[in-house]
């Protein structure tokens, strides 16, 4: 579960060499899936980096939080400490097996070695409230702009403000509460009388004698592949095999601001002996949604209450889950079964168009599924097969690591078109398992010093209609990157990636559909240089669908980081320009954004952003980050379209974000 903290606000400028690719990998994610739910995950990264895990008494499940570290690696460094006792120093890493200079950088800031101290026992009360550790943050986003939506409306102000607090000892317990309302939304008035709009609570207690795991109130939870059940982070397709892995699994916080992904109630892991887990879980929730005669008609998704008519969706339908998993795990083989049931207080019963025909619908659903990892020598096979109410889904993936220089991944996926699992998540074009074929193979070798190439191929194909898409139809990606390192100041490398899939023509109803074609680049130049961190971003991307419509984009992004010294004062710089000519030839910049938080604005048309983004930790206890950002465009008069239309061609935001410890 560690995506985590490229994300850097927590991190110091000697941190900078040894995490850039973090981040690399990160963007590109985001722009692929939705980042907006990666609180808890970013979080948890951030604890790593100032509680470092002690390697002397690390376990497998904690380092499989490193998607860097191979399974293999994994397994040499906990025989190292067995067979040779506990680390005397954190450079013995050089001397474990497979354990590159690369990979120990990439982990270094994230672990420690010191004396280690078992103690089975939970600690006592008084023990945990004067050893734990407590955290108050809160948000404001200020903009300087007014929607169309704010005239007649919207209920509340444009201010957008969160709170959140955690209570923290170890890795035993943890709690807290959030609250959140968006702009928009009203803040101790209507409907919102109790003050925020939303708000989330948790209580996670861990290694508890034979209790593993146990979460009460928000969670999350995911097993296996995600298959049936992937309530949580997933990596997918990214220009490196580091992050190639899908390895969450069991019971997690839900900490963030996210209103949509998570359960409520109560679920928990249970260790029945060295082998075999057994976790439980059951859910109570409210969803918004529209009911109409008695039947659910659509779920909403965004949380979002600002007008009238989005708080009549509020809370309209509930949901109920039950779900468990068993698993038995030895040295080289695990495997589990995860099971799912769960319906609705309403039958489920959505309009759907001709494309969406097979999606899920109904009232009582389950979905089953049966996870596997298998691994033999430097070969690893690790898979899922599922089977819900309707259809199937299987997912297998081979890896192969001649050694830390050379490695080789084939995936293959078969989502029938008609499989139903409203909590799965799998590895493919689309996040959904559902109507998706395709082999995907990938290999990251470094066969000279400083080098390192990536290339990966798609083959996909979907069985039945896809958006925009009136017949069966098929594709393929294709991804390609270079990477030179000269020295630990220097990162140079240049992308490649061309994506075929099929479309409709506009306007024949289906009756006419051509490829298209996408051919994106992008060149970035890194220098680290102790305090300092500069970056030069170019990205150029070409559509073209034949005979009807050729367009391209380009970008260009300076960024620059730095500590003041004998200061405890940081900032980053921003500018970028941007031109494309349409929204299929749209850009990306990735930008630093709050603790937590990652930002990746997409561009269309013609005009530039910069941004200024300012941190001071007073000592240990108190943080204050303060972030001005402005996009001018120079082709419109108006941005957005509809209640988010502004008036004028400049969107302005200052966010605000204070911390306290204690």
Avoid at 31 to 37: H, L, N, R, T, V
Avoid at 227 to 236: A, E, P
Avoid at 421 to 431: I, N, P, Q
Wanted: charge should be positive; charged fraction near 25%; hydrophobic fraction near 35%.
């Amino acid at each position: 579960m560690l995506i985590t903290l490229w994300i850097s606000v927590a991190l110091r400028a000697q941190n900078y060499t040894n995490l850039w690719l973090w981040e690399e990998n990160l963007e590109q994610l985001a722009i692929e899936s939705d980042a907006s739910g990666w609180e808890d995950e970013l979080e948890e990264l951030s604890h790593r980096l100032r509680e470092k895990i002690n390697l002397n008494t690390a376990t497998k499940e904690q380092l499989e939080m490193f998607p860097f570290l191979s399974d293999i690696q994994i397994e040499n460094l906990l025989a190292y400490i067995y067979l040779n006792g506990e680390m005397q120093t954190i450079y013995e890493l050089q001397l474990v097996e497979e354990m590159d200079k690369e990979t120990i950088e990439r982990l270094l800031p994230f672990v420690q070695v010191s004396k280690s101290r078992k103690d089975d026992a939970f600690p006592s009360w008084r023990q945990v409230l004067k050893f734990a550790k407590q955290e108050a943050m809160t948000r404001f986003d200020i903009p300087f702009y007014t929607r169309k939506g704010y005239e007649k409306d919207y209920l509340g102000p444009s201010l957008y403000h969160s709170l959140r607090y955690s209570f923290r000892y170890g890795e035993r317990i943890q709690a807290g509460v959030t609250g959140e309302k968006d702009a928009g939304e009203p803040f101790f008035a209507l409907h919102n009388r109790r003050g925020y709009d939303s708000y989330s609570y948790y209580l996670l207690l861990k290694e508890w004698g034979r209790l593993q795991t146990l979460a009460v109130g928000t969670y999350k939870v995911s097993f296996g592949q995600g298959l049936v059940l992937g309530n949580s982070f997933g990596f997918g397709k990214s220009f490196s095999l580091a992050t190639s892995e899908y390895r969450p699994e069991g019971f997690r916080k839900h900490g963030s601001s996210d209103e949509y992904n998570y359960f409520r109630g109560v679920g928990g892991t249970v260790r029945l002996d060295s082998s075999w887990r057994a976790s439980a879980f059951y859910s109570h929730r409210s969803l918004d949604g529209v009911v109409k005669d008695g039947e659910i008609t659509s779920i909403y998704k965004t949380g979002l209450h600002r007008s009238a008519s989005e708080v009549e969706k509020r809370n309209a339908l509930v949901m109920q889950v039950a779900g468990g998993n068993v698993s038995y795990e030895n040295l080289y083989l695990k495997v589990g079964v995860t099971g799912i049931y769960y319906f609705f207080n309403h039958p489920y019963e959505p309009n759907l168009r001709e494309y969406a025909k097979y999606n899920l619908r109904g009232n009582h659903l389950y979905n089953i599924g049966v996870d596997y990892n298998l691994r033999l020598g430097r070969f690893a096979w690790v898979g899922e097969a599922a089977k819900g109410k309707r259809g199937y889904a299987l997912l297998n993936r081979l890896r192969y690591q001649l050694n830390s220089d050379y490695k080789f991944m084939l995936i293959h996926r078969l989502y029938s078109h008609d499989y139903w699992a409203f909590f799965g998540h799998g590895f493919g074009e689309g996040s959904t398992p559902q109507n998706e074929n395709g082999w995907y193979v990938a290999a990251e070798v470094s066969p000279f010093p400083h080098w390192k190439f990536f290339g990966a191929v798609d083959f996909f194909s979907f069985p039945w209609w896809k958006y925009r898409i009136s017949k069966p139809s098929q594709g393929t990606d294709v991804m390609f990157q270079a990477t030179f390192t000269p020295d630990e100041r220097w990162t140079l490398y240049a992308n490649y990636r061309y994506k075929r899939k099929e479309r409709d023509v506009t306007g024949t109803s289906g009756e006419v559909t051509l490829p298209t074609h996408h051919h994106k680049t992008r060149f970035r130049l890194n220098y680290v240089n102790g305090l300092w961190n500069l970056r030069t971003t170019f990205d150029y991307n070409h559509f073209r669908q034949p005979d009807l419509q050729y367009s391209q984009g380009w970008l260009l992004t300076q960024s620059c980081n730095f500590q003041l010294p004998f200061t405890h004062l940081s900032a980053s710089l921003q500018g970028t320009y941007f031109h494309t000519d349409d929204y299929d030839s749209r850009v990306y910049a990735y930008e630093k954004g709050l603790l937590y938080t990652f930002y990746t604005p997409s561009f269309n048309g013609r005009g530039f952003r910069y941004s200024a983004h300012l941190r001071y930790d007073f000592r240990e206890w108190l943080m204050i980050i303060a972030k001005f950002g402005q996009t001018i465009y120079q082709d419109r008069d108006e941005i957005s379209s509809g209640k988010d239309l502004i008036r004028g061609n400049k969107k302005s935001d200052l966010q605000v974000q204070l911390r306290l410890k204690f």
